[in-house]
């Protein structure tokens, strides 16, 4: 799964790298570490070939949800969206064909288990900037005040070799989109079937991993 990140890139370098225009981009806090359960504000990529930067926050809220306590549990069950059944589950199927988006981090944290022992490991990309993860994103409306609220999930996939040694519980992983696939993802005409196609594990040699415990980094094999 995926429910701590880190973006420590600031708005001006978000902007060069993605060529987007990031709305919001003083308001924007670079940090080490983000968790999902505090339901940060982070940079979200959505367009395809004109791209846009918005700040969303994590934990995703249907545009059908009717109250603010329904909104409140629903953000804390959709930080992650499993690809295998986002046409499926209530609070992804809509956004899965027409609400997809790109959240750029600098890198994501995961937890190896051995026993009653977790070592929490650091994982980066090899070369470049950001991961480009693929995830979905709604707004929802207060029904109260009329505030807009725009929120996103981290889409899920089975782990590479390279996961499946560190998240040996679970065997998931973020989407990792290789760049020349973010104007596709983020295309709203594409089919559930080429939606599904995009959700391929990102191929291990192309992440370093740090052991957060002894401070080395390796491929683990």
Not at 42 to 61: F, S
Not at 151 to 169: D, K, Q, Y
Not at 171 to 182: D, E, G, Y
Not at 186 to 215: I, K, W, Y
Request: net charge neutral; glycine share 6%.
């Amino acid at each position: 799964m995926c429910y701590k990140v880190a973006n420590k890139a600031p708005a001006a370098q978000l902007e060069a790298e993605l060529e987007a225009e990031f709305e919001l981009a003083a308001q924007w806090q670079p940090e080490q570490e983000l968790s999902g359960f505090a339901h940060p504000l982070l940079p979200v990529l959505t367009g395809g070939h004109t791209r846009k930067l918005e700040l969303m926050r994590w934990g995703l809220i249907p545009h059908w949800v009717s109250h603010t306590t329904q909104a409140a549990e629903l953000a804390k069950q959709t930080l992650n969206a499993r690809a295998e059944t986002i046409f499926e589950k209530p609070s992804f199927r809509d956004v899965a064909l027409t609400g997809r988006c790109v959240i750029p981090v600098t890198g994501f944290y995961e937890w190896q288990t051995s026993g009653r022992t977790k070592t929490p490991y650091f994982l980066q990309p090899a070369a470049g900037s950001f991961f480009l993860l693929g995830g979905l994103h709604s707004a929802w409306a207060h029904r109260e005040t009329g505030e807009i609220h725009h929120t996103f999930s981290i889409v899920t996939v089975p782990a590479n070799p390279l996961m499946a040694e560190i998240h040996n519980t679970k065997q998931r992983m973020p989407l990792i989109l290789p760049p020349v696939n973010v104007a596709h993802w983020n295309n709203p005409a594409l089919t559930q079937a080429q939606v599904r196609d995009l959700c391929q594990p990102f191929h291990e040699t192309l992440m370093r991993a740090e052991n957060l415990g002894s401070g080395t980094q390796t491929s683990l094999f």
